[in-house]
Nanobody
């Protein structure tokens, strides 16, 4: 069982920055994807950024060039550096993990797998811009 605890949310001004952290109790033994998802107020949950077992990253179009996802395997921490924030970035941000052995869909990439669902999710951290 994987436990995820997010931190680092808060308020920021337009154009400002925040860094989110997610403490991961352990990584799945199998190939997996980790991602930050967010849910803006009154809207559907959406993908923000993804990173796979090997460190390859992908981003939602509106986050490219502004957000950076990274992970530190030594400390079991997932990060999301958010720059040039704007009011559309307001929402609850969740750290999630998908065990790719549980995903049989196509295409077999992190974004598609996380759109289909996740195996573990943190409690979320609020970001307000």
């Amino acid at each position: 069982h994987v436990q995820l605890v997010e931190s680092g949310g808060g308020s920021a001004q337009t154009g400002g920055s925040l860094r989110l952290s997610c403490a991961v109790s352990k990584y799945p033994r199998s190939t997996h994807c980790m991602a930050w998802l967010r849910q803006p107020p009154g809207k559907e949950r959406e993908g923000v950024a993804y990173i796979d077992t090997y460190g390859s990253t992908t981003y939602a179009d509106s986050m490219k060039g502004r957000f950076t996802i990274s992970k530190d395997s030594a400390t079991n921490t997932l990060y999301l550096q958010m720059n040039s924030l704007n009011p559309d970035d307001t929402g609850m941000y969740y750290c999630t993990v998908r065990d790719m052995d549980t995903y049989s869909g196509y295409p077999k990439n992190c974004a598609a797998a996380l759109r289909a669902g996740f195996n573990w999710r943190g409690q979320g951290t609020q970001v307000t811009v």
